[in-house]
């Protein structure tokens, strides 16, 4: 893919650390606020996509790395199954942290009120294992695509 | 091919109008049949589980499993786009 104009490319520069700060916040506060790894995964993976759209696959190419995605996003369903199987003590996806003092375990006020990061159990664990597994993987496929026109384009002009 | 139409034309207006009636005796927004499960989500949900947020405690709590599935069916979604794309990534 050829790089876009040079509007584009400085606005993308301002841009895409805001985002991806952004997507971020989404998943950790998924306990708290509306969103969640998905949501925030996909927010993220949208950074990714206007990062590859505006300068091109190559200088993109140095630091999204295939492999690297690849391996963020097994560990980001491992990490989930494995807090699932966690809680099975009592039953599988028991929430064992919630209101236990140590990680997550703050006791949460019940009513409207302004919300403390440090409460929900597994809740927060879960949100962040499963936003590393979405915006690694939908980072994945539009690496993937990307690299699939080049792919294409190549093979047309032979 | 006249008879096909009158056909179609008779299956869509039965059709229609189970919609129109259907919708007619819809009810209200926010009553529903039976509320019991929503109201011990209100009701428990803040103290059971610590978060605020209500439809993440369902969505990662109360029903895990349901999301441990969404989970492995985005997985298993790039795990076939990047099998169909091995020639351009290897």
């Not at chain 1, 989404?26 to 505006?54: C, E, K, Y």
């Not at chain 1, 491992?78 to 807090?83: G, V």
Request: some cysteine.
């Amino acid at each position: 893919m050829n790089p876009m104009s040079k509007i584009v490319r400085t606005i993308t520069k301002f841009t895409y650390g805001i985002i991806i700060i952004f997507g971020l916040y989404i998943i950790v506060h998924g306990h708290l606020t509306p969103g969640g790894g998905f949501q925030g995964g996909a927010v993220t993976a949208s950074a990714f996509a206007l990062l590859l759209i505006s300068y091109g696959n190559l200088t993109t190419d140095k630091f999204l790395k295939k492999d690297l995605f690849s391996f963020l996003e097994s560990c980001g369903l491992t990490l989930f199954i494995t807090l699932a199987f966690l809680g099975l003590g009592l039953t599988f996806f028991y929430n064992f942290l919630a209101n236990s003092g140590g990680w997550f375990g703050n006791i949460s006020a019940v009513g409207i009120n302004p919300g403390d990061l440090n409460t929900g159990g597994v809740v927060p664990l879960m949100n962040i294992a499963v936003g590393l597994e979405v915006l690694s993987g939908l980072g994945l496929i539009v690496l993937v695509m990307a690299a699939a026109m080049e792919f294409t384009k190549k093979k047309e002009n032979l | 091919m006249k008879t096909k139409k009158i056909i179609f034309g008779i299956a869509f207006l039965l059709f229609f109008s189970f919609i129109l009636v259907s919708a007619l005796q819809m009810r209200p927004f926010g009553e529903p049949v039976f509320s019991e499960m929503d109201d011990y989500f209100i009701a428990h949900a803040q103290q059971e589980t610590g978060t605020n947020n209500v439809v993440t405690s369902i969505v990662f709590d109360y029903r895990g499993f349901d999301t441990l599935g969404e989970a492995t069916v985005l997985f298993t979604a790039i795990c076939a786009i990047i099998a169909l794309f091995r020639e351009v990534t290897r």
